[in-house]
Nanobody
């Protein structure tokens, strides 16, 4: 069955970096657009970054542009989110999402906490 497993979250100080990974299985990874979402306490879930199926196109929410980088390795069925210059506002549960057409699948989410 479709499985998306996030890793790499944790506690980091403001200004620090983390790299999230999402390992995919159970579907043809290279056919899917991949996204990272996040949801902070009391806020709606938002799209953070999107990458095309071949990795050639990326997009970001304005608040992370220049700080976050999404990438993928189709040979490893994995998508990454490199997060630099982290701010306290980046604290959230981060979710991996696989999209094809109108259908998608979610990972279970991973906590990222930015705090001194």
């Amino acid at each position: 069955q479709v499985q998306l497993v996030e890793s790499g979250g944790g506690l980091v100080q403001p200004g620090g970096s983390l790299r999230l990974s999402c390992a995919a299985s159970g579907f043809t990874f290279s056919n899917y657009v991949m996204r990272w979402y996040r949801q902070a306490p009391g806020k709606e879930r938002e799209v953070v970054a999107t990458i095309g199926s071949r990795g050639g196109s990326t997009s970001y929410v304005d608040s992370v542009k220049g700080r976050f980088t999404i990438s993928r390795d189709n040979a490893k069925n994995t998508v990454y989110l490199q997060m630099n210059s982290l701010k306290t506002d980046d604290t959230a549960v981060y979710y991996c999402y696989a999209l094809r057409g109108l259908a998608g699948n979610w990972g279970q989410g991973i906590q990222v906490t930015v705090s001194s």
